[in-house]
């Protein structure tokens, strides 16, 4: 680990001014679990770390019928996960925070910084100069890439690691992004980059920007959610694939819908094409293979990893029926 | 009173048979009548049991010692290569650094055979190339970062089939396979065997590479006081660290004393001492100060040991009815960089009745991180393939596994032609089928309807385990009528403080609370032998039973001096020593020891000859249940049920607690744990605990356990035999048969992983 400068700024522009000064040369730090083991790990070795922890009002949730949820970047995943709202309104929401790492890390982690965690790609972590660390080859295109990716890669092959990424972008979000010259917003389906417009970064976030605020719209009355996180083991596990699914039901018919897929692209993904056949979708089992059979039809697994679009397809297709269920 | 003579002394420990003299007590105690026991077999609480669950006791990583100084090893980051040059000048500038070691400047220390303690010639990514001691640890860090190393890349090949070709890369100049050749046994005529067979199975298993990972890492704390060195080490064998840091050193041995109190875990990983142990104390010689070194998950993962894979091509061959006529094994597996077994065909030979029986085992070197003995050396990945090929060789015939099994039970070692003292296996078969339901498991395999498809599966357990002598403990009475037991033995986490306390407690009839047990200090322990093996507990529990009831014999014969009546007309019971007859003369026993106190000596024992002509052997079975999801490939392993003739148990609780421990870590190898290693750099990718995968509570079965021995006074005063490691070997293996009867699509290599069992399923 190399010397740093710790700042802790007291409002947002201060931290924006900060830490706009070159690439990756000031990092965010909120909770931690994820950046702190980063620069460990050497992974990241910032010339200064910015706690965001001292500036006022990101640390609430506020809802209301509405305006939806609004969340504050600081906000920990086990403090919104038991937040009525979230409990009440938002099942894919809550079922991803929850299935999210270990309690510890929940206890610790915020939603701003895991939205924005680095991938766990195990040459990107581990002792390897990658293309995403400045090297010139994507070891994993021939090497061990069973967790890599099936959709999106190219040049590099990460997954994105985030389960509530997937949630929220079945949940259409959005995030305020602040920095010294002021606030945006950005749909959450912009918010990631994939590696072909930008090998080093994850999200469009520029030196000096911070996620101040993630906005989840109201849901209808007639609407179900879920979110499926398959791994290996019981706990403390990165999805090797997940789905989430929003789905406004009327009587026997799916009136519209959207489902988000983890584990498979180098970003939270979804399927425009997916999302329009769920429109005016009658709920039948065999309907629901059917449109499961046409996800990640554009896939091109590497050597390691084909069994993702077998599982994603059969996840789909089980969270469908389970939401449909009642 | 005490009788002992000096044998040769012959049992098996890890993976070969240890032979070396030993002085056993000749003397002979009544067997233990289970009813009439108070203590031992009773669920007594464990003696650390506070101190770990408050915090408070003292592990080797948390020794700390005043002025002491922190060290770090600098590790290869190639899988092969030599260094050419290596300048330290820029690492000594740095303030805090206080001494650096290289193979410039370290005495040439033989190690590994054809290698050093210092080896320019590295090997594997993780071969130890620089080890400095500085402040504290993050300035050693900074110090192994600007030492320049010039190195020249070679070849490597980090896979035990590639190795094993004519043109591979070579870790040595004789070649990869150790010994040139492989370790062949054989009886009867297998050829003759396959002739009568009227069916024939041939099939290739594989199993992968797993890490020890305990809890705890390796570390050692060492001090010089003059010439004396004294190291706290978190090891399997206090002795055996002592000895070979002594003899690398040129020490007397009287002058290194190695402790170890508690310890987070070794499964086999700490049975020797390690490279760091002997640096360190190179390096603390040099700077005067006591080092303390620990590893690092990572090393952890690189450098200090794993179980060997294998490939396993086995053929069996038997008769319509149900008879093994020949078994093959022919298998290679990955020693890693330095001498270390890698064979697995024992329980081929041993489980069942095969008259024709031929092994062929080739242990390679390749280039990572070197294999070590790990919780049943080769049973664990032999019973895998084994167990596979009897379940399907019992399917071919139309016979039920479990009575295929029993027609081919044994109750001799066919390898060495003796009978066992005892075998319960054909019990514990039936107490464990009826628990699990043998009779309702989907037939045929894959019939079960649904999605998620259930199975249950079976293996068969033979281990050694029956221990023997050299094993000593001392006893000493103190003047309050306490008692203090030292042996030089250790307690991994196990229990060994415990039940070595209950055995004093039962047979002085003094109460748990004044018994202390020490354990792990080579200075003023009679020798013990290191843990592994399964051998604590069946070695030394006897030699403390044998010392206490030496002192049972001094506190009678000193209650007939107080009492002026001869020792004949003593009886000691219940916690009271008195004459027999009328007019009883009576003195409690805690009334005689204190009077005696520390006026008497204090006394010795000595774990008893084995048996001769015998072979001691603990068996088993485990049932596995479990859940497949045929859309995901996930395995739910939902219920084990063990069932286990391990010979006397001392304590219910701390046996549970190694048997949980086995199946857990059982589980962890069938479904999760895998070394990766990257073909194209050779380097190894699963170096810490997120993709090195060990499994969590949520993975856990339901455990059922279930004991069908008493006891074996065959063996020892206390008729024990060890669980460590039966608790593991067959956990594997029944989940793997368990997963086949479930989906009916055999996975043949470990671990059972999602993405395997849907390529399976799509097949």
């Not at chain 2, 067997?31 to 080797?60: C, H, I, M, Q």
């Not at chain 2, 329980?347 to 085992?361: A, F, I, Q, W």
């Not at chain 2, 399964?534 to 007939?560: C, H, I, Y």
Request: glycine fraction near 8%; charge should be positive; charged fraction near 25%.
């Amino acid at each position: 680990m190399r010397y740093f400068d710790y700042i802790q700024p007291e409002n947002i522009k201060q931290a924006g001014e900060s830490a706009s000064h070159g690439w990756r040369k000031a990092l965010l730090y909120a909770g931690g679990t994820d950046l702190l083991g980063l620069i460990k790990n050497e992974v990241e070795s910032p010339a200064a770390l910015i706690n965001l922890k001292a500036i006022p009002g990101l640390n609430g949730i506020e809802y209301s019928e509405r305006e939806g949820l609004t969340i504050g970047a600081l906000v920990k995943l086990s403090q919104l996960s038991a937040h009525e709202a979230v409990r009440e309104r938002y099942s894919v929401l809550e079922q991803a925070l929850k299935e999210t790492a270990s309690p510890q890390l929940r206890n610790m982690g915020t939603i701003g910084g895991n939205l924005c965690q680095r991938p766990r790609c195990w040459y990107f972590r581990g002792d390897f100069h990658c293309l995403r660390k400045g090297g010139d080859i994507c070891y994993a295109v021939d090497g061990e890439n069973k967790y890599h990716c099936v959709v999106g890669g190219g040049p590099c092959f990460i997954v994105h690691p985030s389960d509530p990424a997937v949630a929220l972008l079945a949940l259409d979000a959005w995030v305020t992004i602040a920095s010294a010259k002021g606030t945006k917003r950005v749909a959450l389906k912009d918010f990631f980059v994939l590696p072909e417009d930008d090998i080093y970064r994850e999200n469009i976030l520029q030196p000096g920007e911070i996620v101040t605020h993630i906005h989840v719209p109201p849901l209808s009355e007639k609407t179900v959610s879920g979110y499926i996180k398959f791994r290996e083991r019981g706990a403390w596990d990165f999805a090797v694939v997940s789905v989430a699914a929003t789905l406004r039901i009327n009587g026997n018919t799916i009136i519209d819908g959207k489902a988000a897929f983890g584990g498979v692209a180098p970003k939270p993904w979804q399927e425009e094409k997916i999302n329009q056949r769920l429109k005016g979708l009658s709920v039948k089992t065999e309907n629901f293979e059917l449109l499961s059979a046409e996800v990640l039809k554009e896939a091109e697994p590497l050597n390691q990893n084909a069994f993702k679009l077998p599982l994603v397809r059969n996840l789909l297709k089980r969270l469908l029926v389970q939401l449909t269920a009642s | 009173m005490a009788d002992s003579k000096i044998i040769k002394s012959k049992y098996f420990f890890e993976e070969d048979f240890t032979e070396e003299l030993a002085e056993v007590s000749a003397n002979k105690y009544a067997d233990w009548n289970k009813k009439e026991l108070k203590v031992v077999g009773k669920p007594v609480s464990r003696a650390d049991g506070y101190d770990k669950v408050s915090g408070s006791a003292v592990f080797t990583f948390d020794v700390i010692l005043p002025n002491m100084a922190h060290a770090k090893t600098l590790r290869c980051p190639h899988p092969h290569a030599k260094i050419k040059s290596i300048n330290t000048k820029k690492a000594e500038k740095i303030p805090g650094v206080l001494g650096i070691l290289t193979f410039e400047n370290a005495p040439k220390i033989s190690w590994y055979g054809k290698s050093f303690l210092f080896d320019p010639h590295l090997r594997y990514e993780g071969d130890e190339v620089a080890f400095v001691a500085a402040e504290n640890e993050r300035i050693a860090e900074q110090a192994l970062k600007v030492i320049e190393v010039d190195y020249e890349i070679l070849p490597f090949v980090t896979d035990a089939a590639e190795a094993m070709k004519k043109d591979a890369p070579k870790l040595y100049a004789n070649g990869n396979i150790r010994g040139g050749k492989p370790s062949i046994y054989e009886r009867g005529n297998i050829d003759r065997g396959f002739e009568e067979a009227s069916v024939v199975v041939e099939q290739t298993y594989k199993t992968q590479v797993e890490i020890h990972n305990p809890t705890e890492p390796h570390c050692s704390v060492v001090n010089w006081d003059g010439d004396y060195l004294t190291i706290w080490d978190s090891t399997q064998g206090v002795f055996s660290v002592r000895d070979r840091v002594a003899d690398v050193l040129k020490l007397p041995a009287s002058r290194v004393r190695v402790i170890k109190k508690y310890m987070g875990g070794g499964f086999g990983a700490k049975l020797e001492a390690g490279k760091y142990t002997v640096m360190a104390a190179l390096l603390a010689r040099k700077i005067g100060r006591p080092v303390r070194i620990a590893l690092d998950r990572k090393e952890m993962n690189l450098s200090v040991g794993n179980r060997p894979d294998s490939v396993q091509k086995l053929k069996g061959g038997a008769t319509k009815d149900g008879r093994l006529t020949a078994l093959y094994h022919y298998s290679y597996g990955a020693a890693g960089a330095h001498p270390a077994g890698a064979g697995c065909s024992w329980p081929l030979r041993t489980m069942y009745l095969c008259p024709n029986v031929k092994t062929e085992e080739y242990t390679v070197y390749i280039n990572a991180g070197r294999a070590r003995p790990f919780r049943a050396p080769g049973h664990v990945q032999g019973f895998f393939a084994l167990e596979a090929l009897i379940d399907e060789l019992a399917e071919k015939i139309g016979m039920d596994p479990l009575k295929f099994r029993i027609k081919n039970l044994t109750d001799r070692d066919q390898v060495f032609d003796a009978p066992y003292t005892s075998k319960l296996l054909l019990e514990a078969y039936r107490v464990a089928a009826e628990a699990i339901g043998w009779k309702n498991r989907p037939q045929p395999a894959g019939s079960d309807a649904g999605p998620v498809k259930r199975g249950i599966g079976m293996s068969s357990q033979i281990w050694w385990g029956g221990g023997g002598p050299p094993a000593y403990a001392t006893l000493k009475l103190n003047r309050d009528g306490s008692v203090r037991v030292i042996a030089g033995s250790q307690d991994l986490g196990t229990g060994t403080y415990t039940i070595l306390a209950q055995v004093a407690s039962e047979v002085l009839e003094i109460p748990m609370e004044k018994i202390e047990v020490l354990l792990g200090d080579t200075a003023v322990a009679p020798y013990c032998g290191s843990s592994g093996g399964s051998t604590t507990a069946p070695s030394v529990s006897p030699a403390v039973r044998d010392a206490a009831e030496q002192m049972k014999a001094k506190l009678l014969s000193g209650a007939a001096a107080h009492l002026n009546v001869s020792e004949a007309q003593l009886v000691y019971r219940n916690g009271v020593i008195q004459t027999k007859g009328k007019n009883k003369k009576r003195m409690t026993i805690r009334e005689i020891a204190r009077k005696m106190g520390e006026r008497v000596l204090v006394t010795t024992g000595k774990r008893e000859a084995n048996p001769n002509g015998y072979a001691i052997n603990s068996f088993g079975v485990q049932f596995a249940e479990v859940e497949v999801d045929t859309e995901t490939g996930k395995v739910n392993v939902k219920k084990i049920v063990a069932a286990y003739d391990i010979g006397r148990v001392l304590n219910p609780k701390t046996l549970e607690n190694q048997i949980h421990g086995g199946i857990i870590q059982g589980l962890g190898f069938a479904l999760f744990e895998e070394r990766i290693i990257d073909r194209n750099t050779g380097k190894v990718l699963t170096t810490n605990l997120h993709d090195y995968k060990l499994p969590t509570v949520k993975d856990t079965p339901q455990i059922d356990i279930r004991i069908v021995s008493k006891g074996d006074s065959k063996i020892s005063n206390t008729g024990v035999k060890g669980v460590g490691e039966p608790a593991m070997i067959p956990t594997p293996a029944a989940i793997g048969n368990a997963v086949y009867n479930a989906i009916g699509k055999r996975i043949k290599s470990l671990p059972i992983t999602p993405d395997k069992v849907l390529t399976a399923l799509q097949s």
